[in-house]
């Protein structure tokens, strides 16, 4: 039995509880939140008969759990991982990893010396479409690929932190496609070109729109169009896709449609297999399912910190004006 305690009693909690709620291998011990009366809400919604606390260090001391859900904001995500693997627990954490890059990198080494798991999410691989897409291009049907692009256009008033953050589309949503283009892929990022800016009608006090050229391995382009305050026809969570290879062209909408035409001209559907789970339900699983096994998910934070310098380097190129190497 896997006894958990989560870390941060925000909205993004839910989806991690349903989770574990659904295993048979896992109790929630306790709920850790600054402020009790979010703890409390939630413990009252899922009829959870556990301990609440203000602090994760007086959790770890009094609770036998190995596990802990760090669902607390990237900006709190270094302090809690660090102290977690220190005191010997395993952790499955929100991305993103953290909202400075020498934090990510030390919660890496942290992991490394502490011989426990961190695992950390990304939903947005555990779709069956994102799937079926790979699966299609690494056939090999259309030859090498020379160009990715991904265009992703939301209408987003989430209030709170995003709201005041400096770079919200690039430091909060970004990873997800960035991490998608790895995956669909098959490649990592060797450099990057970023502009970063905000139009007059943004709601964000940061620069809420990007465009991003990555040079990935193998000489290959990944381009990044994204837009967190679009003003109409909006692109689905996972983005729009268009993969350009050698023999012919693959498409993905972000939702249904899947398709590819190759030299002979005609268009064609790429089938899709149906996955028993999708999302956070399906990465979490994955996660209990290596810590089981003893290995590694696709979500381990060694290949994770991949597509997070990804995001850091990014930034780096927005601000500094050139590109930067990965």
């Given amino acids: 039995m896997h006894k958990v305690i989560i870390a941060g009693c925000g909205g993004v909690c839910h989806a991690w509880i349903r989770a574990a709620l659904n295993r048979r291998d896992c109790e929630i011990a306790a709920l850790v939140d600054p402020f009790e009366s979010n703890a409390l809400a939630v413990k009252e919604k899922y009829g959870l008969l556990c301990r609440v606390y203000p602090a994760l260090a007086p959790a770890l001391d009094k609770e036998d759990a190995m596990l ?36 990510a990198e030390n919660m890496v080494s942290c992991a490394d010396k502490s011989g426990k798991e961190y695992f950390v999410m990304q939903n947005y691989r555990y779709n069956a479409q994102i799937a079926a897409f790979r699966d299609f291009i690494a056939s090999g049907l259309l030859g090498d690929i020379w160009r990715c692009s991904a265009r992703f256009s939301k209408c987003v008033h989430f209030g709170g932190f995003r709201d005041e953050m400096a770079s919200p589309l690039i430091t909060d949503m970004a990873i997800h496609t960035f991490d998608a283009a790895r995956f669909i ?23 809420a729109c990007a465009v991003c050229d990555f040079e990935m391995a193998g000489g ?107």
């Avoid at 995500?77 to 395993?90: D, F, K, N, P, Q």
Wanted: hydrophobic content about 35%.
């Fill in 68 to 103: 802990v859900f760090d669902t607390t904001p990237p900006r709190m995500h270094h302090g809690v991982v660090t102290e977690a693997l220190a005191a010997g627990r395993h952790v499955f954490g929100e991305k993103p990893m953290s909202d400075l890059p020498e934090d």
């Fill in 220 to 326: 290959m382009t990944f381009i990044y169009n994204g837009s967190w305050c679009a003003k109409g026809l909006e692109t689905p969570w996972n983005s729009e896709w268009r993969v350009d290879c050698g023999k012919g062209c693959a498409y993905w909408d972000g939702a249904d449609v899947l398709q590819y035409q190759d030299e002979k001209g005609g268009v064609n559907d790429i089938p899709v297999v149906p996955m028993q789970n999708e999302g956070h339900a399906a990465c979490i699983n994955e996660m209990f399912d290596a810590l089981n096994s003893g290995a590694r998910p696709q979500t381990d934070c060694r290949d994770n910190i991949k597509s997070v310098r990804m995001v850091f380097k990014a930034l780096e190129s927005s601000r500094a004006s050139c590109k930067i190497t990965v």
């Fill in 185 to 207: 892929t098959g490649t990592a990022a060797r450099s990057v070109l970023c502009r970063e800016f905000n139009p007059p009608w943004s709601w964000y006090k940061g620069d």
